[in-house]
């Protein structure tokens, strides 16, 4: 498998090894250094990437839909028949098979699925409103609206999805659907699998006639790399998965810009969990190892983790702590992605456990075999200690671990007047509720609609299905974009900007604007096939 990497990115249809600073992937199960090393994008070859893709804009803007699903299909055929990619995935990842091979399905899903979104067609928002000469006072005129293309993407690969959320992810996959080239900042905790799948996309593009600037592919663990992709003048778009941190640093520095652009940033979220009472009373010991479950989904490094579950202070919750500690003392330690990531989450762990009222329920036992290991850890404590540390407890802790609260008299109102107004933006909040708590649930839900993307009842948030309906976004600092989704096919709107035309002769309408067009469209105020 190394003998088929030589250490590339690629740049606009070139392999070429980068200029800047040396580094390696690290195995993070037993530390060992990866080879082979791999070198940062000069600024340099940065530009080259950058106005590669403005270069290309024109031509692929202008390719046909099919031309375009063509494109994202070849992708998807393309990384199912990949024979290396598995295996670097899981040296550099520590991720295993059946996780592998889940990712792979999902990321190549995602391809078809905009493909298919691309041929379908109604993601253009056609309306055409047909002029009226005789219309008085004034003549009414012909408009017609269309989404074009904002222009050339930068999307950063996430650590957590090395896939599904990296350099064939849904970020390129819908950027590319919605004809914007893409230049990709693969993460450096995974270079190998990056270069693998970059060079897919690459042959993918010359395989169909595009623009080779279409794609490009740098590298480089220095935040000076990430602000000289950002705050390039080509650059129209930003999406990234990662750290509040990081992601700030990118909203800023976009924002700085002579030209500011848009960053969709999917950042952080500690995805509250709401159990009601006759849910406790119901299924107590069902709840508590169902959340273990979703915490060690992944060893809790997904966005969508549960991290805070608040359950009624009664006898019933005993029984669903009790459960839960179960499950985290009897899971087995595993491998996180990284040596920082396994650092920062210990570091959260210690925090929990350091807060007074903070009872650590149940740990898992170590694996000192592994170089970046993790711990599942369960926490309780009561109401009141959650109110007073709220600055300390209701943050994300990026790993296996989960804080009960115990509320006490009323659950709801407590919630909705003490709780509530302390948690920040989510990607998502779960309510369990049996039919005897749905009129407090109602009132809950009038509340977590303002606060989280997803509402998810009598489940768990981990899993998030890719289709037209899925919302996987959130107000702040969930993302930096409420408005949006990075998962389904609404993702292609933030790479979409309408324009209309007014009284433009038929013949310098874009076809999908002239009378007729064949797809979905509104004319004059009604859906037509």
């Not at 839909?65 to 070849?74: D, H, I, K, P, Y």
Request: proline share 8%; aromatic share 6%.
């Amino acid at each position: 498998m190394t003998d088929a990497l030589t250490g590339s990115m690629f740049l606009a249809g070139r392999a070429e090894a980068g200029a800047g600073e040396i580094f390696h992937a690290v195995d993070p199960a037993t530390g060992a250094i990866l080879d082979p090393p791999y070198a940062a994008a000069s600024p340099t070859q940065i530009v080259t990437a950058v106005t590669g893709a403005h270069a290309a804009l024109a031509e692929f803007r202008s390719a046909s839909r099919e031309t375009r699903a063509a494109l994202l299909r070849s992708i998807a055929d393309r990384l199912d028949a990949d024979p290396d990619l598995a295996g670097r995935v899981r040296a550099e990842t520590g991720i295993g098979p059946a996780r592998i091979a889940g990712e792979r399905a999902r990321t190549s899903n995602q391809l078809r699925t905009f493909a298919d979104v691309v041929t379908e067609g109604s993601y253009l928002g056609v309306r055409i409103d047909h002029g009226d000469p005789g219309r008085t006072p004034l003549p009414k005129p012909d408009l017609r609206h269309r989404f074009i293309p904002i222009g050339p993407v930068a999307v950063f690969g996430a650590s957590n999805f090395p896939l599904a959320f990296s350099v064939a992810g849904g970020d390129t996959a819908s950027a590319l659907a919605a004809g914007c080239p893409v230049v990709v900042k693969a993460h450096e905790a995974h270079p190998g699998t990056s270069e693998i799948v970059g060079r897919i996309i690459t042959e993918a593009v010359a395989e169909h006639g595009l623009p080779p600037g279409t794609f490009s592919l740098i590298a480089g663990p220095s935040p000076d790399t990430a602000t000289a992709l950002v705050t390039h003048p080509a650059v129209r778009a930003v999406a990234f998965t990662g750290s509040r941190r990081a992601g700030l640093a990118l909203t800023v520095a976009a924002q700085q810009r002579a030209l500011p652009i848009p960053v969709y940033a999917e950042m952080s979220s500690i995805n509250p969990v709401f159990v009601l009472s006759g849910a406790l009373a119901a299924r107590a010991a069902e709840i508590g190892a169902g959340l273990i479950r979703s915490v060690l989904t992944g060893f809790g490094q997904l966005c969508t983790s549960p991290g805070l579950v608040f359950v009624p202070d009664d006898p019933a919750a005993t029984a669903l702590v009790e459960s839960a500690a179960e499950a985290v003392s009897a899971a087995e330690s595993g491998c996180m992605l990284t040596r920082r990531t396994a650092e920062s989450f210990a570091a959260g762990v210690e925090q929990f456990a350091t807060v007074p009222g903070v009872r650590l329920v149940a740990r898992a036992a170590p694996d000192d075999r592994l170089a970046a290991g993790c711990r599942p850890a369960l926490f309780e404590t009561d109401l009141a200690t959650f109110i007073r540390h709220h600055e300390d407890l209701a943050v994300e802790v990026f790993g296996a671990a989960a804080l009960i609260v115990r509320v006490p008299g009323d659950m709801v109102p407590c919630l909705r007047e003490d709780v509530l107004p302390l948690l920040e933006g989510q990607l998502t909040a779960t309510i369990h509720a049996e039919a005897i708590d749905h009129a407090g649930a109602a009132d809950l839900l009038a509340d977590l609609e303002l606060l989280a993307g997803r509402i998810v009842f009598n489940g768990w948030p981990t899993g998030v299905e890719v289709n037209d309906a899925v919302i996987h976004g959130g107000p702040f600092p969930a993302t930096t974009a409420p408005a949006t989704t990075s998962v389904g096919t609404r993702a292609i709107e933030r790479f979409l900007r309408p324009v209309a035309y007014q009284d433009a002769p038929p013949e310098l309408l874009p076809r999908e604007l002239r009378d007729d067009p064949g797809l979905w469209h509104r004319v004059d105020g009604r859906f037509s096939p």
